[in-house]
């Protein structure tokens, strides 16, 4: 089992930013890749980035391109999503997930073996 806390949610205005945070806990060595997602309202939940936690490559959406970065600290078992220029159709609750199996889609939620619990973010215009 592994177990993933996300933190640094909030309320920002437009063209702000935040940093969310993913620490992981338990049998981390099986994790081969953490992806973020998000969830608006009445929407589906959808892939915002991963990062394969061995080799550090990142894939993003394309809506979050040029915007958003996401890195881990493999040593803290921690993943990070930053997040710049937010829109308010940024707004969402934004979840972690890992994944222990390396040939699956990375954007694909149903790749993801482990969630966390979900931090919201709020971004006013």
């Known amino acids: 089992q592994v177990q993933l806390v996300e933190s640094g949610g909030g309320l920002v205005q437009a063209g702000g930013s935040l940093r969310l945070s993913c620490a992981a806990s338990?049998?981390?060595?099986?994790?081969?890749?953490m992806g973020w997602f998000r969830q608006a309202p009445g929407k589906e939940r959808e892939f915002v980035a991963a990062?394969?936690?061995?080799?550090?490559?990142?894939y993003y959406a394309d809506s979050v391109k040029g915007r958003f970065t996401i890195s881990r600290d493999y040593a803290k078992n921690t993943g990070y999503l930053q997040m710049n220029s937010l829109k308010p159709e940024d707004t969402a609750v934004y979840y972690c997930?890992?994944?222990?199996?390396?040939?699956?889609?990375?954007?694909?939620?149903?790749?993801?073996?482990?969630w966390g619990q979900g931090t919201q973010v709020t971004v006013s215009s």
């Open positions: 997930a890992a994944a222990t199996r390396n040939y699956s889609p990375q954007a694909l939620s149903t790749s993801y073996d482990y």
């Open positions: 338990g049998r981390t060595f099986t994790v081969y890749r």
């Open positions: 990062i394969t936690w061995t080799f550090g490559s990142t």
